[in-house]
């Protein structure tokens, strides 16, 4: 993770008590993941964490947004996205679970850019769609759709079609 050095997080030396960290997600870093489905974003992460004997605590509040195609109407668009996770770092010997990351109790650092990448992909939403009904869809492509959609034969009528079959 050298590439990420600047999303490391100190967790040796440092007093008990909470410590805040922010970082910024940009084009640049979703590059660096192989088949990220998120190619142009912009995220800010902040990062409280609360800084105990033989742990630390960590919550993550994540927002930003992403530029896409409307599933829709095709038209650009920019979806916002927002997150917020808490995990658990655990300086001793144990095999990670979905919370808690154990780390050697010797770990000067652990770097939290898989995680963030992580938590933004699994806060997009499936489908990138806004309202619709106005700006900024593409209201051509819309008006395109419902003539289909209330066209004989349309959509509607494949629906009832399909309601008519009659299964043994």
Known sequence: MERFKEYSIPVSGL????????????????SHFEKSPLADGRFKA???????????????????????????????IELPVHTEYRLILKFEEGKDED????????????????????????????TNVYDCKGIPCNQDVLRQLEKTENAPGGDASVWEDLKKIKLN
């Open 99 to 126: 919370d808690v990351i154990y780390l050697d109790a010797q770990a000067s650092e652990w770097n939290a850019a898989q995680l963030i990448y992580e938590l933004i992909i699994m806060a997009m939403p499936l």
């Open 46 to 76: 902040e990062v409280l964490m609360d800084r105990r004997q033989d742990l630390a605590v960590l919550d993550f509040r994540i927002e930003g947004s992403y530029a896409c195609a409307c599933d829709r109407c095709l038209a650009p």
């Open 15 to 30: 007093k008990p008590g909470f410590h805040e960290y922010r970082f910024e997600m940009d084009p640049g870093f979703f």
